[in-house]
């Protein structure tokens, strides 16, 4: 006998609207699961299980160094179900004893952080502010920048995750950008040009991602090596690139996709390198930060973009006045470190001269 069961389940269980925003990063979407079994109740929770534990190895992904995440691969002790805030089956099918199921995972922040603390897992949930992209291209004898055949460019957007930590932005791929940026000030670190760029678009540093693949007519070989530089604060900085890939890679093609994922996965783990903080939690970080505003309205905006940022652990208001607020600010990281989570939210602290304690303004 052909059992046949169509389900269309919107929301089946209770999802938690505050939690379900584009920047959550514990929410986890669109998980597919296939699921042969004959009884349909015990597929469902066959399939959960797996969901729950792919989900968790994504969110992993997010918010770990790629180094960190292999001791979870082989772990069957791991009950995922508790770390779990709630869930969704979006659609799900049942037909010749084949299950079919779309669910959305949405994890506990809290009980995701404990349990990576008591595994003692340096990760990180502070997102970056967002970043300019140049994405450079030499392919051909051939340098592509602003152009609308910029595979470069296009490979390296639909690889970026929007969910990721590391917060990037492409501006639309215009000649008229040429008159801002051209690809040699970019290349030769042409700080008014790059400054012109960010105004522009609002935005305060830039990632150059410049893909050169050199085409080799002896060996009929591509010849291709990545470089990655960061203008933040009127400097440039060249990235260091752990993977060797990255350095007189030979391929009979162009290898511009492979690159892309690479180089975006790479990026991901320099922004966790220099974000995450020590899940020791005896290394928490006290800081005496100043702020003076203009009105009531605006401490009150400052104090919940405070309260929102996840670097901050804890914060206690010390002073307030007419005109000024004192906070105590909690992290398990260095000042350095809160400088970056800060930025962010377009917020920098600086010294108070003579003083253990800082100002906090907004970034111009």
């Known amino acids: 006998m052909i059992y046949f069961f169509k389900f269309l389940f919107i929301s089946l269980y209770l999802v938690f609207p505050e939690k379900i925003l584009a920047n959550n990063i514990y929410l986890i979407e669109n998980n597919e699961v296939v699921v042969s079994q004959q009884d349909i109740l015990e597929a469902r929770e066959i399939a959960k299980k797996i969901v729950f534990k792919e989900a968790f190895m994504k969110l992993l992904k997010i918010i770990s160094h790629t180094n960190e995440q292999e001791k979870f691969f082989a772990n069957s002790e791991i009950n995922y179900s508790e770390l779990i805030r709630d869930y969704s089956i979006e659609k799900e099918e049942y037909f010749n004893f084949e299950y079919k199921a779309l669910i959305n995972v949405n994890f506990d922040g809290e009980k995701i952080n404990s349990f990576l603390q008591d595994m003692n897992l340096d990760f990180s949930e502070t997102s970056s502010e967002e970043y300019l992209v140049l994405p450079i291209h030499y392919y051909l004898n051939t340098y592509f920048l602003w152009e609308k055949n910029n595979k470069w460019y296009h490979s390296l957007k639909k690889e970026h ?204």
Do not use: C
């Not at 935005?203 to 070989?221: G, R, V, W």
């Not at 940022?309 to 809160?338: A, C, M, P, R, W």
């Open 161 to 364: 995750k929007e969910n990721s930590l590391l917060k990037l932005y492409f501006p639309n791929l215009s000649i008229l950008n040429k008159f801002k940026i051209s690809f040699d000030d970019a290349l030769n670190n042409n700080v008014s040009a790059i400054e012109d760029i960010l105004l522009f678009y609002n935005k305060k540093s830039a990632l150059i991602i410049f893909l050169d693949e050199k085409f080799d007519y002896k060996t009929e070989s591509f010849i291709s090596n990545l470089n990655i530089k960061l203008f933040s604060d009127g400097m440039f900085k060249e990235l260091s690139l752990s993977n060797k890939n990255f350095s007189d890679y030979l391929s009979k093609k162009s290898e511009i996709d492979f690159f892309a994922k690479l180089s975006l996965d790479e990026l991901n783990d320099w922004w966790k390198n220099i974000i995450t903080v020590s899940s020791d939690k005896e290394r928490i970080n006290t800081f005496k930060v100043n702020f003076n505003f203009n009105d009531f309205e605006e401490s009150i905006n400052i104090q919940n973009v405070l309260q929102k940022n996840s670097f901050i652990k804890k914060l206690d208001t010390v002073h307030f006045s007419k005109q000024s607020i004192t906070y105590n600010i909690s992290t398990y990281g260095s000042i350095e470190k809160l400088k970056l989570a800060l930025r962010s939210i377009n917020l920098k602290i600086e010294p108070i001269e003579k003083s253990m304690s800082y100002k906090l303004m907004k970034l111009e």
